[in-house]
């Protein structure tokens, strides 16, 4: 089936094969080694600033590619199709996305470049112990002390926690005034005292991720630190970026079921079984037919976004349905292709089984997908 997203052009083609190469020799010959020691390697974010991967769809002013997001979708795809989870490239973005439309503008001359050139790592950290679909409960407060802030808490399951240089903590300035009390606060990592990094959590997938607790005791940091210059803003923040964060989960999605798709077919036109091939077996062809229909559909709807995204009118309900739709859609079907492989579908030098693992958090993180419904029935 001949089909061409409605984004593609020839300049975005020579940009995969590019970013295709990279993934090809550094990273997909270090998975094995990355996932041992819980992160990648902290020179891969160097070698990525350098390809000018890390920051594709930001303005070439602020040191970023000065491509579009059909530019940084490539990347999240080459690393899907690569099977690639543990480079956290998604969350980087996601920060340079919250600097870049909410940040002033000395925030954004200040890290912008630091982020595309892989000097510093991002990450966000927005859920606690306490409080994770519900993040008007969490605790992390920062308290404004002469020119700057206190901020005491801790933060959890937060990705690129290990490697991260700079971290966009979500913090209560004022825990009397609801949504309007919170604060996104620009935390610089190194040599700052009170701030520690707990263990690498053990996860059962994206082991290669590293994904981490945060603590925050008496951390100091100026008030230029809030993001945006001012107080209370954080809430909207956050609302008015989840949006970007969701649709690169879709996208990440549709390639993690193409590349489930494919894998099954090679294997099941391989692996013989009662004397024929098992993709001769009616059923194993049908499963296949009704994949290859859902992949389709997934592509189309992503393809649709990505436009939303490039015409820049992705809203909440449509990012929503993305990030639920498609990555309810990827466990699905991944769980399908597993059962063909049989007993190697269990085993974890199959891709299709860490595909299997890799998966199942997609439902959870990015906002869980009961809540992606209840944001989507608001519209209703
Ligand atoms: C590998 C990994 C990486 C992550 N990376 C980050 C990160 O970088 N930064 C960060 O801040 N967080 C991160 N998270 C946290 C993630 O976003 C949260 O786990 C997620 O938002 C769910 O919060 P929770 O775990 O507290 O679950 P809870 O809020 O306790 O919810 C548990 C379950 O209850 C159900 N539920 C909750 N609320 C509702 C509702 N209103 N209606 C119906 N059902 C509901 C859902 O099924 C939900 O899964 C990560 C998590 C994982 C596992």
New binding site residues.
Partial sequence: MNYTPPWMCSELESFRDAIRRFVESEVTPHQEHWRKQQHVDRSLWNKGGEMGMLLADIPEEYGGSGGSFAHQAIVFEELGYAGDMAFGIH?HAIVAHYILNQGTEEQKKKYLPLLASGEMVA?????EPG????LKGIRTSAVRDGDGYRINGS?I???NGYLADLVVVVTKTDPDAGSKGVSLMLVETKNCPGYRVGRILE?IG?KG?D?CELFFDDVRVPADAVLGGLEGKGFYQLMTELPYERTILGVAGVAAIERALRLTIEYTKERKAFGQALIEMQNTRFVLAEIKTEATIARTFIDRCIVDMLEGRMDTELASMAKYWISDLQCKVIDQCLQLFGGYGYMLEYPIAQMYVDAR?QR?????N??MK?IISRSL
């Avoid at 409080?131 to 519900?134: I, W, Y």
């Fill in positions: 969350v990450a966000i950290a927005m859920s409080a994770g679909s519900d933060k399951f937060i990705s996860k994206q991720q994904t958090v959870i993180y990015g906002g869980a009961e809540i209840e």
